[in-house]
């Protein structure tokens, strides 16, 4: 709950700092260019890098549980953090 929470709170002040920066910006990536609102360039990124985190955890979790480091969760048990 508490990672929900703490979540809710990131996403709110991400949405705040986008509002406040809502001017056009130039955007360009080798010979591809565009006039794109700052709100969206901040809000992209923060979905990118948290895209990238999550397959970057997924990797480990899954490369643990190959090695046998972590064992197998379950169906009837809770997962962790929650209780």
């Given at each position: 709950?508490?990672?929900?929470?703490?979540?809710l709170l990131f996403a709110?002040?991400?949405?705040?700092?986008?509002?406040?920066?809502?001017a056009a910006v130039k955007?360009?990536?080798?010979?591809?260019?565009?006039?794109?609102?700052?709100?969206?360039?901040?809000?992209?990124?923060?979905?990118?890098?948290?895209?990238?985190?999550?397959?970057?955890?997924?990797?480990?979790?899954?490369?643990?549980?190959?090695?046998?480091?972590?064992?197998?969760?379950?169906?009837?048990?809770?997962?962790?953090?929650?209780?």
């Amino acid at each position: 709950m508490a990672y929900l929470a703490l979540g809710l709170l990131f996403a709110l002040l991400v949405a705040i700092f986008a509002v406040q920066n809502a001017a056009a910006v130039k955007i360009t990536f080798l010979l591809w260019s565009a006039q794109v609102p700052l709100a969206l360039v901040i809000v992209g990124s923060v979905v990118v890098g948290a895209a990238v985190m999550a397959l970057l955890s997924l990797a480990r979790e899954y490369r643990l549980r190959r090695r046998g480091t972590i064992p197998p969760r379950s169906p009837q048990e809770p997962p962790p953090g929650d209780g």
